[in-house]
């Protein structure tokens, strides 16, 4: 099954409309970009690049520097879901950064003597891989090795992972794993074949957080197992001819390669029967592909030496019916980072997950006294907390992870809590209530609500939409239509 973006109407019948992805090139206005590293995005949705002018930005209408590149060459981008980017270059440098749309702070850096492949956050700490150096962690405030000496399968790192509370290392000769829990021992080693040349693990792919693919450079895929704790080649790429692995990227059950030669190769890992390549048979006519990108609008990002290459999305599907739940009118719809789709109609609160066994729809059951509210609005917030809005003086926001509950009222400073329209940033909530509009920080441990703005022609105006201005020149700049 091939991920979808669920749209949900009552008054049109189911219909599947599908099409394969259209590749156009985006200009770069006057930037001169001769090499894109890595493509990826942060919880706002905006695009960020490691190109070889430096860090930029992309917000669907312009290309911004974020962080100009003077002397070294940028050779992996990371963000993590409290926005912190990492950059790591080949001169064996890596910066921290706080993202904030056209902000970027540095708040932290480390220089080491290796080229730098990849750096991530682990349960707290940080880590640094590179490319002839193993690791370095970040723990207690000191910078720590963490190479062949002290247990890892081999100095040469190509790529990291975090699944299942452990961190996943793809080197030249094989891959490790260790417990993010107890940092940094208990370190297992893997390696994929026989022969010396399979164990080289290009890249490591999530699927659906369930699995791991490691992708070796010349030798196809090979699978992961929790289950079994054992890597094994997976059987649809045994005969791999298709060029070295450059870059992938896993979206839900389906896997994208983007080799040296001029192909992408799709993979449906759970099927086990789809493989589609795009050469240039097909029309793709690019070659030497650096990045592949995914993002939260399952549009496709691709990008080739000199170009970026973008694809709305793939494939749409209208439904009436999940299983037994008859859709009817909805009101709101939200997707997480792990695809899962919240949405809200006047049977309740409901979100679709997509697994290994399927499609399964979990009802969420509201707080005590709101069983039977109807929620109108939902937003999730950049730490995984879902807000909802109600028409009954309440507002609700629901922990994902702990699948707990919190309530606000006018007790907690709204001057109405029945919310029309709920939006954000990275860390402020705006509110659309009945009594005005309202902004949270998300980043406080007691959530307080301040009625804004100050202008007196906005009092006792009804507010149905907040729209953020991604294009203002310092940061998202809310426009509200009353």
């Known amino acids: 099954m091939r991920p979808r973006l669920f749209v949900l109407f009552v008054f049109i019948s189911t219909a599947v409309l599908s099409q394969s992805p259209h590749f156009k090139s985006i200009p770069f206005d006057n930037f001169h970009i001769n090499r894109i590293y890595t493509i990826t995005a942060d919880t706002n949705g905006m695009i960020w690049l490691a190109t070889d002018i430096g860090i930029m930005n992309y917000d669907g209408i312009k290309f911004r520097v974020a962080v100009e590149n003077k002397i070294k060459q940028l050779s992996s981008l990371t963000i993590t879901n409290q926005n912190i980017m990492i950059a790591g270059y080949q001169s064996g440098e890596a910066f921290m950064y706080k993202t904030s749309y056209s902000k970027v702070?540095?708040?932290?850096?480390?220089?080491?003597?290796?080229?730098?492949?990849?750096?991530?956050?682990?349960?707290?700490?940080?880590?640094?891989?590179?490319?002839?150096?193993?690791?370095?962690?970040?723990?207690?405030?000191?910078?720590?090795?963490?190479?062949?000496?002290?247990?890892?399968?081999?100095?040469?790192?190509?790529?990291?992972?975090?699944?299942?509370n452990s961190l996943f290392i793809a080197t030249d000769n094989g891959m490790s794993k260790i417990s993010c829990k107890n940092f940094p021992a208990n370190i297992k080693n893997y390696t994929p074949g026989d022969e010396s040349n399979n164990a080289n693990i290009s890249n490591l792919a999530?699927?659906?957080?369930?699995?791991?693919?490691?992708?070796?450079?010349?030798?196809?895929?090979?699978?992961?197992?929790?289950?079994?704790?054992?890597?094994?080649?997976?059987?649809?790429?045994?005969?791999?001819?298709?060029?070295?692995?450059?870059?992938?990227?896993?979206?839900?059950?389906?896997?994208?390669?983007?080799?040296?030669?001029?192909?992408?190769?799709?993979?449906?890992?759970?099927e086990k029967t789809s493989l589609r390549l795009f050469d240039y048979n097909s029309g793709f006519t690019y070659t030497d592909l650096q990045a592949i990108y995914r993002d939260r609008n399952s549009g496709f990002w691709v990008a080739t030496n000199n170009n970026l290459l973008y694809s709305i999305g793939e494939r749409m599907e209208i439904l009436r019916n999940i299983g037994d739940v008859n859709i009817?009118?909805?009101?709101?719809?939200?997707?997480?980072?792990?695809?899962?789709?919240?949405?809200?109609?006047?049977?309740?609160?409901?979100?679709?997950?997509?697994?290994?066994?399927?499609?399964?729809?979990?009802?969420?059951?509201?707080?005590?006294?709101?069983?039977?509210?109807?929620?109108?609005?939902?937003?999730?917030?950049?730490?995984?907390?879902?807000?909802?809005g109600t028409f009954n003086n309440v507002l609700l926001r629901y922990n994902t992870g702990k699948k707990t509950f919190e309530t606000f009222?006018?007790?907690?400073?709204?001057?109405?809590?029945?919310?029309?329209?709920?939006?954000?940033?990275?860390?402020?909530?705006?509110?659309?209530?009945?009594?005005?509009?309202?902004?949270?920080?998300?980043?406080?441990?007691?959530?307080?609500?301040?009625?804004?703005?100050?202008?007196?022609?906005?009092?006792?105006?009804?507010i149905y939409k907040i729209l953020l201005e991604k294009t203002a020149p310092f940061g998202m700049q809310p426009m509200a239509m009353g």
């Open 105 to 164: 702070v540095c708040i932290d850096s480390i220089r080491l003597k290796y080229p730098v492949k990849k750096a991530l956050i682990c349960d707290g700490i940080t880590i640094v891989a590179t490319y002839g150096g193993g690791c370095f962690f970040k723990q207690n405030n000191k910078w720590k090795p963490l190479n062949t000496e002290t247990g890892l399968v081999d100095d040469y790192v190509n790529d990291m992972v975090v699944f299942d």
């Open 206 to 270: 999530l699927i659906n957080n369930s699995n791991i693919y490691a992708l070796t450079k010349q030798n196809g895929l090979y699978l992961y197992n929790p289950a079994t704790d054992k890597l094994q080649h997976d059987s649809i790429t045994q005969t791999w001819t298709y060029g070295e692995v450059k870059c992938a990227y896993a979206d839900n059950d389906e896997l994208w390669i983007g080799t040296s030669g001029n192909v992408v190769v799709d993979i449906d890992w759970r």
């Open 328 to 388: 009817g009118e909805v009101n709101a719809i939200e997707i997480d980072a792990n695809g899962g789709r919240y949405f809200a109609n006047k049977k309740g609160v409901f979100c679709l997950h997509d697994n290994t066994a399927g499609s399964k729809l979990e009802k969420i059951n509201l707080p005590s006294p709101y069983q039977n509210e109807s929620v109108m609005c939902m937003y999730l917030d950049a730490k995984n907390y879902l807000w909802m």
């Open 409 to 462: 009222t006018e007790k907690n400073g709204l001057t109405n809590a029945s919310a029309i329209c709920i939006t954000g940033n990275d860390s402020t909530i705006w509110l659309a209530t009945l009594g005005g509009l309202y902004t949270c920080d998300i980043n406080n441990k007691q959530i307080n609500f301040v009625h804004q703005p100050k202008q007196s022609e906005l009092a006792g105006t009804y």
